[in-house]
């Protein structure tokens, strides 16, 4: 039985909808992109900024198409190869760049190198699978000092060693500004990998902890969730990615293709103290910030409707992380896409 009417998901979805009035630049919801081509004279005056992130990603999906033995291949949260017949090893890289992602004179070496780990294993997190191994590569100018790197490295060492993480190897490069990438690698069952692809009309839509405002703070005191991850691939759930560009762009990511849509009841979804703080500083609500506000590290997924009490009866035992049910996965049988206006963090 569906737990929002269909008086209530009308409401729901027309309120939905205006909060994100529909403008020039929108993004087609429910739809895979559409192709870019890649004649040499249409990209003639392209850039990055103007085709953005996700087209770009797109293009290099079909210069690269996945090989033998992988399972997973580029748009996930990480690679997933198959290593032998009862293991699967993922793979996920992450770089975060000075005066982009950070600024160096307002944030200490430790919680840099934190970061840069942290936002890797949440990726694993997001597939599931134990985390493994990490190489480390840093690009530096040569003022930096040596007292820096230090403490960077000694902020990365504490939070492997609580997950258990061997940092194996990297690379040293001169550049302009800091560059900090991390490759990490995880392992999974075969039976228990969760893709971003796999969600169900009438699948529920669940969120942890609570979402917006992680400008704040919690983007670098990110608690990676990677035994909620494990839990959940074991349990079985049919699609999860972790929220890095803003829980509605990331939506867009899990539930697209195949003519699928969602339902969001704002009234449930978790909004942070962060993102109220924030609220009332901006002219901006706090659902705003939750919708839209990136880096919150949480774990988004989609499970059977049948699941949802057992799912949330093992929760309530085995984690303090906050759930919330926060919608369904639904039907888009429109003739046209819902249109929702292009938001979420791109890099471009
Ligand atoms: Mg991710």
């Not at 198409?65 to 293991?87: E, F, H, L």
């Not at 694993?124 to 190489?135: D, L, N, Q, R, S």
Request: with cysteine.
């Amino acid at each position: 039985m569906c737990e929002f009417s269909a008086i209530q998901r009308g409401r729901i979805r027309q309120r939905f909808v205006a909060e994100i009035p529909v403008k020039a630049g929108i993004y087609e919801h429910g739809f895979p992109p559409k192709a870019c081509g890649n004649d040499k004279k249409e990209d003639m005056g392209k850039t990055l900024k103007s085709i953005g992130e996700f087209a770009l990603i797109d293009r290099l999906r079909k210069v690269f198409p996945a090989g033998k033995d992988v399972i997973c291949g580029i748009g996930d949260d990480a690679a997933v190869y198959s290593a032998s017949k009862n293991r699967y090893q993922l793979l996920a890289i992450d770089t975060i760049v000075e005066d982009i992602d950070f600024e160096i004179r307002k944030i200490p070496p430790e919680m840099i190198g934190r970061k840069a780990l942290a936002i890797n294993l949440s990726d694993i997190a997001a597939m599931g699978g134990i985390p493994k191994i990490a190489v480390v590569s840093l690009v530096l100018p040569a003022k930096t000092q040596v007292q820096f790197i230090e403490r960077f490295a000694d902020g990365l060492k504490k939070l492997a060693k609580q997950y258990n993480v061997s940092i194996v190897g990297g690379d040293l490069s001169r550049g302009p500004c800091l560059c900090a990438t991390v490759a990490i690698t995880g392992e999974i069952d075969p039976g228990h990998v969760i893709l971003r692809k796999g969600s169900k009309p009438g699948d529920l839509i669940f969120v942890t902890g609570s979402l917006g405002g992680s400008i704040l703070g919690k983007h670098f005191q990110l608690t990676p969730r990677v035994a909620e991850g494990q839990f959940l691939s074991e349990f079985g759930i049919s699609a999860m990615i972790d929220i890095s560009d803003g829980l509605i762009q990331d939506l867009n990511h899990l539930i697209s293709g195949n003519r699928l849509g969602y339902v969001l009841d704002e009234r449930k979804i978790p909004i942070s103290e962060a993102a109220k703080r924030l609220s009332r500083k901006d002219r901006k609500s706090g659902l705003h910030h939750a919708f839209y506000d990136g880096e919150d590290f949480e774990l988004l997924f989609t499970v059977a409707r049948k699941k949802k009490e057992q799912l949330e009866r093992l929760w309530k035992r085995l984690f303090c992380t906050p759930l919330t049910h926060i919608g369904e996965v639904v039907e888009n049988s429109r003739s046209k896409p819902y249109l929702i206006k292009k938001a979420g963090y791109q890099h471009f």
